[in-house]
């Protein structure tokens, strides 16, 4: 089975920067539409940000565009999410996640979390004001 494990996590400052890695195991990175969640206590999984398994197209949450850079480097069978210019609404559990194989049906569903097979436990990122 695929099994994801995420790191990176940790307090900075606001404005500061995080590049948080997403491992891989089981699986190959450029077979799943690969994404990052983040939840906040209290609150539901919010969509971050997306790589297709061909990494031709990427999607943004609204709150993370322009600030956020989701990328995948295959030899290491890892996904990237650099956070720039971070805000203490940011602070969550970020957490990683696997989708389906090369389906027609990520063009929609990429944006819930429903859409996806496996997860990682997340790790935590905490900003400060």
């Known amino acids: 089975q695929v099994t994801l494990v995420e790191s990176g996590g940790g307090l900075v400052q606001a404005g500061d920067s995080l590049r948080l890695s997403c491992e891989v195991s089981?699986?190959?990175?450029?077979?799943?539409?690969m994404a990052w969640f983040r939840q906040a206590p209290g609150k539901g999984r919010e969509f971050v940000a997306t790589?297709?398994?061909?990494?031709?197209?990427?999607y943004y949450g609204d709150a993370v565009k322009d600030r956020f850079t989701v990328s995948r480097v295959n030899f290491k069978n890892t996904v990237y999410l650099q956070m720039n210019s971070l805000k203490p609404e940011d602070t969550a559990i970020y957490l990683c996640?696997?989708?389906?194989?090369?389906?027609?049906?990520?063009?929609?569903?990429?944006?819930?979390?429903?859409?996806?097979?496996?997860w990682g436990q997340g790790t935590q990122v905490t900003v400060s004001s």
């Open positions: 996640a696997a989708g389906p194989q090369r389906t027609a049906r990520w063009t929609t569903g990429f944006r819930r979390q429903e859409f996806y097979d496996y």
């Open positions: 089981g699986g190959f990175v450029n077979e799943y539409a």
């Open positions: 790589i297709k398994w061909n990494s031709d197209i990427l």
